[in-house]
């Protein structure tokens, strides 16, 4: 069965801020001032793009005194991999079965 594909966190991670920030907490937890430092980002705007995909449950948070840092939920970025292979599987067996609708 053809699962969807979650549009929401596609728009989420569309954003070449926010999926910079991904590629990068995907190497290693982060706090917002290494991200400043490695994105050249504001520290207002990175931290609303961090709200972004702390909502859509991309990433945590771990507070450590008064710095917040940033780890990436690999299984949230997983299940949209699955999503788009099973979509990918389906689109090859349809093309080898050469299925076609008519037209009317």
Known sequence: ???SVDTD??????DPLRMRIVTLLATETLC??????????????LSNHLRVLREAGVVETEPC?????????????EHLG??????ARTARTTRAA???RACP
């Open 1 to 3: 069965m053809l699962t």
């Open 9 to 14: 966190l596609i728009r989420v991670l569309a």
């Open 32 to 45: 917002t001032t290494h991200l400043v430092a490695e994105t050249g980002a504001k520290q207002t705007n």
């Open 65 to 77: 005194g008064r710095y917040t840092y940033y780890r990436l939920r690999p299984d949230v970025i």
């Open 82 to 87: 699955r999503s788009f292979t099973e979509l």
């Open 98 to 100: 050469e299925t076609r």
